[in-house]
């Protein structure tokens, strides 16, 4: 196992399209979590996942944005209608439940630019 | 509501000492995190404090005083990789899911 594995790196999309991300957290983790991260910014929690269960959302989240962890194993994050606002860089981290304090294990992120 | 400070930018010298602090204002405080980021990179765990006091870990220490919602980074025998950016996080408690709200990071550029 490698880390934790973000696709695509890099997502150029048109205001309005959809667009779906994907993250593969390290395999033992059953805790999954997604930020967002602008330029200068620390990343901003979002969602997290325990197994396939999602605990809780952010009201950064709009009703444009969607998550998934099916089966507990690897998490989409889809975003409708995309906005210029969207534009940033979305991190997937995991974790085990009683590890999560000590500190998560991130992917590279996918890097979303709304044109 | 949820905070943290910490300075935007600090500049040091190879092989300086360089401390980089924050300050914190939550509610269900479990700990403080620090992560180093690259640019473009995914931040990276450095260290991490539950309880006051200083830990070790190799040539960065961190320091927790939970009384003073304060703590800092140190960066020992700096080197030019040192350069990028390091946020402090604050865990909250299993109540919250264990998550992590970030400062918005401070810029460290290591000068030869």
């Known amino acids: 196992d490698t880390g934790v594995s973000q696709n695509p790196r890099h997502k150029i999309t048109k205001r309005g399209q959809n667009v779906t991300f994907r993250c593969d957290p390290i395999s033992e983790h059953n805790r999954l979590y997604w930020y967002r991260q602008t330029l200068g910014q620390g990343p901003e929690f979002l969602t997290y996942f325990q197994n396939e269960a999602q605990l809780e959302k952010s009201r950064l989240l709009s009703d444009r944005f969607s998550a998934e962890r099916p089966k507990g194993s690897f998490s989409t994050l889809e975003i409708q209608r995309t906005e210029q606002g969207d534009s940033a860089m979305y991190l997937c981290?995991?974790?085990?439940?009683?590890?999560?304090?000590?500190?998560?294990?991130f992917g590279s992120g996918t890097r979303l630019t709304v044109v | 509501g949820q905070s943290l400070e910490q300075p935007s930018e600090v500049t040091a010298v190879e092989g300086a000492i360089v401390q980089i602090n924050c300050t914190y204002q939550t509610s269900g405080f479990y700990g403080l995190s620090w992560y180093q980021q690259h640019d473009g990179g995914a931040p990276t765990f450095l260290s991490y404090n539950a309880l006051d006091g200083l830990e070790e870990t190799g040539r960065f220490s961190s320091f927790l005083s939970r009384s003073d919602s304060y703590g800092y980074l140190l960066l020992q025998e700096l080197q030019m990789k040192d350069s990028a950016s390091y946020f402090c996080a604050v865990s909250l408690d299993y109540n919250q899911g264990g998550k992590l709200i970030f400062g918005q990071g401070t810029e460290l550029s290591v000068k030869p």
């Open positions: 981290a995991s974790s085990l439940e009683t590890a999560s304090y000590y500190g998560y294990t």
